[in-house]
């Protein structure tokens, strides 16, 4: 595995196939808990966990499962890994815990996770699908930072608020309140805001990839793309 | 035909041992996080404790000084809950009970209220619910004041048709677009403290009694 392997796995995890805006997996924690950034985030970084411990431990064994029977296999170690994963949180990070509730164990239900370990982890070897799990989990918690910050700003006029509950009471004086006597925007926080917002977002990534295009099509000396071979992917 | 039977029989026990191994694995995280997990439940609730009942209120170890209380429909419980009797120099002086409102916006709002000696509340927390974030959830401490609203109050204060929100002619504040839950939770707390009313003298009982005694 060298370092070009390493670079695209990234940039197609984060850029290129971002399951937030270009897969569009994942949408139900994208929806749900996008309100804030600190829920958002959260979540965003206990499903990538979640999704590299699963393309990591389901790449090993990959030549073991039958075809017929890999769905119901992968997805028994996925909800294995996310039950873990939540008992562990609930021992060891209880406030955190608490905050993001029903939406741990929702982890499972989340596509993404299970379209990785489909086309990635059962056709890599175990080093590269981990990271590509991570890559990817990284991009939707990219996604989901952003989307909760236009989120939260709209429709609470703050910026991280509850971040207490994430890292413990000393980051209690951490919010800022970007708009003062905000009264709320409620369709920022309800599902539709976050429909909207994604719409937005993916407005916004179609409109820079055109630009590079056009830019790469009038001065046709520099490379399109930052890596032409991740076009494969 | 014996092929197919074969690889049939081969994928079944394939299935099997991968259940068996995940079943191991959840089994064994499950006993080594039970412990902590129950000390971070036990913190978690006498932080509640503390932060609806002054320090100053009681002496004992609250946390012991407990008393059954089965299944009541004022309290809207279906199962034995605790109640904390808090004492101070050997007078009573606050009680906690668990209590819950059954009508909330998406369910149950699961509330814990410390009423003391004189049927006045210290003060009532929300322990867990399911309404909508950013929406229903001001009633939870850190995302609202709102659950403070009830601090000092009493049924000797309000009348019965006080106990409502500002909207159905009562007391309490509300958020415009959720008043499902504030509904809920102060029609919850007024039919806890008619409890408080009816069995005062049960609940400062002095020491735990027996188990039928209390059915």
Redesign the interface.
């Known amino acids: 595995m060298n370092l070009q392997e390493v670079k695209d796995i990234f940039y197609n995890g984060l850029w290129k196939q971002n399951p937030g805006i270009v897969q569009l997996l994942g949408l139900c924690p994208l929806l749900a808990v996008s309100s804030t950034v600190v829920n958002a985030v959260s979540l965003g970084l206990a499903t990538s966990l979640v999704m590299a411990l699963s393309n990591l431990s389901i790449a090993p064994i990959r030549s073991y499962v039958p075809n017929e029977i890999r769905i119901p296999v992968f997805i028994l170690i996925i909800a294995v890994l996310v039950t873990v994963v939540q008992y562990l949180m609930n021992a060891y990070m209880y406030g955190l815990y608490v905050v993001l509730g029903i939406f741990i164990p929702l982890i499972v239900t989340n596509c993404i996770v299970l379209a990785r370990v489909e086309a990635f982890a059962s056709k890599n070897a175990a080093l590269p699908s981990a990271l590509d799990g991570l890559a990817m989990g990284l991009g939707l918690t990219a996604v989901l930072g952003v989307l909760g910050a236009m989120r939260e700003v709209l429709g609470k006029g703050t910026l991280f608020s509850g971040i207490d509950l994430a890292l413990g009471d000393m980051a209690q004086g951490w919010v800022l309140h970007i708009i003062p006597d905000y009264k709320g925007f409620l369709i920022a926080i309800l599902p539709p805001g976050a429909f909207i917002g994604l719409g937005l977002l993916i407005a916004g990534r179609n409109w820079l990839n055109l630009r590079a295009e056009q830019k790469a099509r009038s001065n046709p000396v520099t490379p399109a793309l930052a890596n032409p071979e991740a076009a494969q992917g | 035909m014996r092929r197919i039977a074969r690889?049939t029989l081969?994928?079944a026990a394939?299935?099997v041992f991968?259940?068996v191994l995940?079943t191991a694995?959840?089994a064994s995280?499950?006993f080594l996080?039970r412990d902590?997990?129950k000390k971070?439940?036990d913190?978690?609730k006498l932080k509640l404790i503390n932060q609806i009942m002054p320090g100053a209120l009681y002496d004992n170890d609250i946390i012991k000084d407990t008393l059954t209380i089965p299944a009541n429909e004022l309290l809207g419980t279906e199962g034995d809950t605790l109640a904390y009797r808090a004492r101070l120099k050997g007078e009573d002086s606050a009680v906690v009970l668990e209590s819950i409102a059954p009508d909330g916006y998406s369910g149950r709002i699961w509330l814990i209220l410390a009423v003391r000696s004189n049927g006045e509340l210290a003060g009532v927390r929300v322990v867990t619910h399911?309404e909508t974030?950013?929406?229903g959830d001001y009633i939870e401490l850190?995302?609202g004041p709102w659950i403070k609203g009830f601090d000092g109050k009493s049924r000797a204060l309000y009348k019965d048709a006080d106990w409502k929100v500002k909207k159905d002619g009562g007391q309490f504040d509300y958020m415009a677009?959720a008043t499902i839950t504030p509904r809920a939770v102060v029609k919850a707390v007024n039919k806890a403290l008619i409890y408080f009313e009816e069995n005062r003298d049960k609940l400062f009982a002095a020491a735990e009694p027996k188990k039928e005694e209390t059915k």
């Open positions: 690889s081969q994928t394939n299935l991968f259940s995940a694995i959840l995280t499950f996080t902590e997990i971070s439940e913190a978690e399911k974030p950013g929406l850190p995302k677009g």
